[in-house]
């Protein structure tokens, strides 16, 4: 697997590119229709994929970063080199979004590509990661607990004032 960023063309991301991920998002239905984040989780259109990414890499030290197996597109994580309040003291980078193709869940992508995010931060000399998960989602707080995450603090999310739980991985072990 690899894990490849997402970079626009003269401003703009690349139609087929932005197709592959707008399919990637419409397998996700169940996921979406929990987060709240399109008005119709069973009709997500290439469009509102366009503006969620340019959400997601409007930030500073923002990325996405495209998950391959075989050639084909199995997931995304949106990553943040840090907390978007700089009075935040938070000295950790973010997973903001890990999306795998609903079709291939169960099969290890998640899993591999957490890990890629992990080595990437770890490579840049990163002692932790963090991320927030809804506390909706349940099946998102079982995966990340299995891949070494632990809980920190209950919070609010920080666009639409969701309940969520802050995690954070040590990346020293």
């Known amino acids: 697997m690899i894990l490849q960023p997402l970079t626009a063309v003269d401003g703009a991301l690349p139609g087929p590119v932005l197709t592959e991920i707008s399919v990637l998002y419409a397998t996700n239905r169940a996921f979406f229709e929990l987060s709240g984040d399109f008005p119709d989780p069973g009709r997500i259109t290439v469009e509102q994929v366009a503006a969620a990414l340019a959400d997601e890499l409007a930030h500073d030290g923002a990325e996405v970063l495209l998950a391959r197996s075989a050639g084909r597109l199995v997931g995304l994580a949106a990553t943040l080199a840090h907390h978007p309040d700089p009075s935040s003291g938070d000295p950790d980078p973010w997973i903001g979004l890990l999306l795998i193709d609903a079709t291939a869940h169960r099969e290890g992508y998640g899993s591999a590509v957490a890990g890629l995010v992990e080595e990437r931060f770890r490579a840049a000399g990163r002692t932790g990661l963090r991320l927030a998960v809804l506390d909706d989602n349940q099946a998102g707080m079982a995966f990340w607990r299995a891949q070494g ?16 739980t802050v995690m954070r991985k040590d990346l020293r072990t």
Not at 149 to 164: F, I, K, N, V
């Open 149 to 164: 995450y632990t809980a920190l603090r209950r919070s609010r999310e920080r666009e639409r004032g969701r309940d969520c």
